[in-house]
């Protein structure tokens, strides 16, 4: 009789039937942490970016997401922890890493600098004020910014003349360019009138690039201020001008619950919670 002998499974972790999903190396880079996926690709196409040992130039190419495998100038890649951060704007500041033009930047305001590469979720341009959020998680910010997603964005603005009910109807109305696009607000409301001018408040939930400027513009009037006062459930508050502070677990959690709620996508699972 034959002995039968004991069978030996392969030493094989994966799934049979199934291979390994593969990411574009920008987009894994900016899952990591490292960096967002714009500035992720410039590194890439600057060739200062390594996967097992050989520089990768295109930021589409597809790898296994292995950090291990992956260096940025020669210093192996690692998950960063994620951070989250807001900022009262002040005027005069561009929404950029960087301005080849050499113009002042948001992230002279971060002083010490942040622990690890951050990018503005979303933009304010460079004569608007507020409430303007940073972070190094892009799945985060997708959720905030995503078109789909209609996180409600709350405004304060300063206008000459002095808005009548006429025009306001007509910002509520909505307006469209001359490329027909139509321009049109959540909610708009007078705050307060003065002789000459007055402050409305102005709730978006979408975001067209000067999409209050162009809209109020179209309707005869001058932007003097604007402020951002709110992204979903966090008010700017007594945050000073110029100043970052830290958001609480709390509110990154609450911000994203609201996108994911708008999206339909279900919760948000803070990565630092794994």
């Known amino acids: 009789m034959t002995e039968r002998r004991p069978l030996r499974r392969r030493a094989n972790k994966s799934v049979p039937g199934k291979r390994a999903v593969k990411k574009e190396l920008a987009r894994v880079l900016s899952k990591l942490g490292v960096a967002s996926r714009t500035v992720a690709a410039e590194w890439i196409k600057a060739g200062r970016v390594k996967v097992n040992g050989r520089v990768v130039w295109d930021p589409a190419t597809p790898i296994d997401g292995d950090p291990a495998a992956i260096e940025v100038d020669d210093r192996r890649v690692e998950a960063q922890q994620r951070v989250y951060y807001a900022l009262n704007k002040p005027r005069g500041l561009i929404t950029s890493a960087s301005d080849e033009h050499g113009r002042a930047t948001?992230?002279?305001?971060?002083?010490?600098?942040?622990?690890c590469p951050i990018f503005p979720v979303g933009r304010l341009d460079k004569a608007s004020e507020g409430l303007l959020l940073f972070t190094n998680d892009t799945t985060w910010a997708n959720v905030l910014t995503a078109p789909d997603c209609h996180v409600e964005k709350r405004y304060h603005v300063q206008v000459n003349p002095l808005p009548d009910a006429e025009a306001l109807g007509r910002l509520r109305a909505g307006v469209r360019d001359d490329n027909e696009i139509e321009l049109k607000a959540k909610r708009v409301e007078l705050l307060r009138a003065g002789e000459k001018n007055g402050w409305l408040e102005i709730t978006l939930t979408e975001g067209r690039n000067r999409h209050i400027r162009r809209m109020l513009d179209l309707c005869g009037f001058k932007v003097l201020r604007l402020i951002r006062v709110a992204i979903g459930p966090l008010e700017?508050?007594?945050?000073?001008?110029?100043?970052?502070?830290?958001?609480?677990?709390r509110e990154v959690s609450a911000l994203a619950t609201v996108g994911a709620n708008h999206c339909g996508s279900g919760s948000f699972r803070d990565s630092n919670q794994r």
């Open 236 to 249: 700017l508050g007594d945050l000073a001008k110029g100043k970052v502070r830290e958001l609480s677990r």
């Open 106 to 115: 948001v992230f002279q305001c971060f002083d010490p600098p942040p622990p």
